[in-house]
């Protein structure tokens, strides 16, 4: 009867031991890396790259940093970075290096002083909130708002437009507006109506009001009187 209970025993004994086995087996930490991308150009970038990510295994939540063309990325712990570098530059465009401050960073400030004799002025370089802009605007002018960040490609091109077309015209005023990053207090105060950069504002001597959104340079042609 004793052979039998010492029999009976084992498997149990085995099983005790495999759970205490479990018990003390670390479960692996999940880990933060950074990765930096050549390439962004847009605020749209980060959506051209979000499928690709979400079909890594292993990543699990990110944070996408624009100003620094940066993604905050929490991994599983065996989840390599290759993956991931591999994963970003599938969106076709881009090159992704693990680590901080290896981002695209466009150029310099685009609120350089224009042309002498032009009428130019910055509003606000910061992203900090301004006035409405209808007390902001050069009575008898055509006035140009012109949203933009000097991450943003799309518009450096504008601002080089409009360099062009304003030592043409005495009756055309630009001011510029830095948003600096979505989270700013220019943006907020923007709200819905910002939907992307380039954000133009333009108002014609006799107060109407045309928003332009993106690089669309035949609408900001129309909206100068400009015809082509």
């Excluded at 002025?121 to 900090?128: F, I, L, Q, R, S």
């Excluded at 960040?149 to 001011?175: H, M, S, Y």
């Excluded at 989270?183 to 907020?188: H, Q, R």
């Amino acid at each position: 009867m004793s052979g039998d209970r010492s029999n009976l025993s084992r498997p149990l004994l085995y099983l005790v031991v495999l759970a205490a086995l479990a018990v003390a087996r670390p479960a692996a930490a999940d880990r933060v890396q950074v990765f930096s991308v050549q390439g962004i150009d847009c605020a749209q970038c980060e959506n051209e790259i979000r499928p690709y990510l979400k079909k890594v295994k292993g990543v699990k939540k990110w944070t996408f940093d624009l100003s620094r063309s940066e993604f905050t990325i929490t991994l599983a712990d065996n989840t390599p970075d290759d993956a991931v570098i591999a994963a970003i530059e599938r969106a076709g465009k881009f090159r992704a290096l693990p680590g901080a401050g290896y981002g695209t960073k466009l150029g310099a400030s685009q609120h350089a002083p224009y042309p002498e004799g032009t009428d130019f002025a910055v509003v606000t370089d910061n992203g900090g909130a301004v006035r409405p802009l209808e007390e902001l605007r050069v009575q008898g002018k055509y006035t140009v708002f012109d949203y933009y960040a000097d991450w943003c490609g799309p518009c450096a091109k504008i601002d080089k437009q409009l360099r062009e077309i304003v030592v043409t015209r005495k009756d055309l005023a630009v001011r510029k507006l830095n948003v600096v990053n979505f989270n700013s207090d220019l943006a907020k105060q923007l709200g819905r109506k910002l939907r992307g950069l380039p954000y133009v504002v333009v108002f014609s001597p006799d107060g109407k009001r045309t928003e332009i959104i993106g690089e669309n340079y035949k609408q900001l042609n129309a909206a100068l009187g400009i015809r082509k």
